[in-house]
């Protein structure tokens, strides 16, 4: 937006007004068909002058809008922002609690393996006890019933 308020810096000359008026004339009309309108001078007929406010309340309307929308999309996109940053927020606790619940299906595999494992070596252990049994009973049964070879006949 352009600030017709603004001083004239020090080294510059201020302009006619005519000049001014000019100056924002060509402003206004810049958006329009893009003729120059003279400005009114001090011998302008009253329309000329009601025209001229006409068209700066105008641009002055159309700048407020401007701003307005402006505005209007700033929050919009505050608001998304917003939104997005919880969102964010939202996934990041997602992502953390998933990694929990894999850090805790990894401990209880980990010991229904160890269980597993022992489960093992306790069988493999009863098996190899049994099998030393199985050798002591058939040790005995052979060494106190000894069975005598027949002798083969030559036929």
Known sequence: ???VRAEPKPNDKPA???QRLTSVLRLMN???D????EPPSRKSAPEDWTHLIERVRDA???AREVEAQ?????????DLLERVRED???????VKAAEAQARDAQVRADALLKAADERVRAA???ARLAEEWLARVYDTIASEFAFAQPEKRPA
Do not use: K, T
């Open 1 to 3: 937006m352009i600030d």
């Open 16 to 18: 006619p007004a005519d």
């Open 30 to 32: 810049a958006s329009d």
């Open 34 to 37: 893009g003729a120059l309108i």
């Open 60 to 62: 002055a309307s159309r």
């Open 70 to 78: 402006a505005h209007e999309q700033e929050l919009r996109v505050q």
């Open 88 to 94: 964010m927020a939202g996934a990041n606790e997602r």
């Open 124 to 126: 493999e252990e009863r």
